[in-house]
């Protein structure tokens, strides 16, 4: 008799379960999504009551699916996510499994989109509400993990490295601790996913530059020279680096280091020169540049280095020829500073030409050499570059 009355009671439960489902299809069908919402809510804490991971999986499978698409049609796509994924892991024989994986790469697109329409609306809010422009930056930061999460999963498998590079760029942009936190974890997982990638490794970085690590940082500089060991951002960070610890020693080390292992490549030679620039190692930086120009005569960075180091130069000397009054005594001084500052204008010119040969049409540089052909007095070469500009 007890054993009877135990039955009676599991199948009650059961029949009660199947009806409020059958219910809430029958309410969804109808586009009455709170009535299905009620009715699928009935189910699933009847299901959490007794459990539902060993009875009748295909009713379990049929009852994850729905419930998914009920709360997808209720733009609730957390619950949503999380039903389509419970029946996708339940795997049950002849269950709803491949429609609720069907049903996640909408929701997948869906958090996307939701993720580009809460970054346009933190762009709008950054001037007039930056509390609600960082919430929103949140959100999206949020679903573009979520879409990464999504697609990964083992019953879709894709490898979603766009959206979880954006995800960690808006939680680095954040700016506050927690922030932060997720931001770098996102930075090391892509990092793992393609060590290659050399904005990955730049996110890592600058995510370790913001944690204030140095070991750490250290670490994933020198991981990241040995995986990209040309990439001149990554060996920009490295200089940075031992410049910030004041550990000049350090730096001519590893640069000098890199360059012994791979003497032909220019851009090891450029970083040294920018390195040994910083440190006011002028000569040194002047014949760094110069040998990464003998390499490669194409190399823009390097020219103009070289002739923004001479053009550097002549600021203490105008300096010093406005202070001067108009007694003989000041007007020899000032002829004096003036045809060291030429001198310094003459050595810049050649290394600008050479800009203007790699990059016909950088304005930047072509006006500061036609000002310089201006003060040094030919007028024939500042015509030549004055009519380049006016035809840009």
């Not at 009806?19 to 299901?47: G, M, P, R, V």
């Not at 004041?246 to 280091?257: A, C, F, I, R």
């Not at 540049?289 to 203490?316: G, K, P, W």
């Not at 500052?341 to 003459?346: A, I, S």
């Amino acid at each position: 008799m007890r054993l009877t009355f135990t039955f009676f009671l599991f199948f009650s439960f059961l029949y009660s379960q199947k009806a409020d489902l059958t219910s809430a299809i029958l309410a969804f069908q109808k586009k009455d999504n709170l009535a299905a919402k009620e009715l699928i809510d009935n189910a699933y804490n009847k299901f959490m009551e007794k459990g539902m991971d060993i009875h009748k999986p295909k009713i379990i499978s049929k009852f994850w699916y729905n419930r998914g698409q009920i709360y997808l049609a209720l733009e609730d796509l957390n619950t949503a996510i999380e039903s389509f994924m419970n029946d996708v892991e339940l795997n049950a024989k002849g269950g709803q499994q491949k429609k609720s994986i069907n049903a996640l790469n909408l929701c997948a697109i869906k958090c996307l989109n939701k993720a580009d329409e809460n970054y346009k609306k933190a762009l709008d809010l950054f001037e007039t509400n930056k509390d609600l422009a960082k919430e929103n930056l949140f959100k999206s930061a949020d679903l573009f993990l979520q879409t990464y999460n999504i697609r990964k999963s083992e019953s879709i498998g894709i490898i979603d490295t766009s959206s979880l590079f954006n995800a960690c760029l808006l939680y680095s942009d954040i700016g506050d601790p927690n922030s932060d936190d997720l931001a770098l974890k996102q930075a090391q997982e892509l990092v793992k996913l393609n060590p290659e990638d050399e904005k990955f490794q730049i996110r890592l970085l600058v995510c370790l530059e913001k944690k204030g690590d140095n070991d750490a940082l250290l670490s994933a500089i020198n991981f990241a020279r040995n995986k990209i060991p040309n990439s001149q951002d990554i060996i920009n960070r490295e200089v940075n680096f031992y410049i910030s610890i004041d550990d000049k020693e350090g730096l001519k080390n590893s640069l000098d280091n890199a360059i012994k292992s791979d003497s032909e490549n220019p851009v090891l030679h450029f970083a040294l020169g920018t390195a040994l620039q910083s440190l006011d190692d002028k000569e040194g930086a002047k014949n760094s540049y110069i040998r990464s120009i003998e390499l490669n005569n194409n190399y823009f960075d390097a020219y103009n280095n070289l002739a923004s180091m001479y053009l550097e130069e002549t600021a203490s000397l105008i300096k010093k020829m406005n202070k001067l009054g108009s007694s003989s005594s000041d007007q020899r001084k000032y002829n004096n500073y003036k045809k060291k500052r030429d001198d310094l204008y003459n050595e810049s010119i050649p290394h600008l030409e050479e800009c203007v040969r790699i990059q016909s049409d950088n304005v930047t540089i072509l006006n500061v050499l036609k000002e310089i052909y201006y003060k040094v007095g030919d007028i024939k070469n500042m015509r030549r570059i004055k009519s380049i500009v006016d035809s840009l």
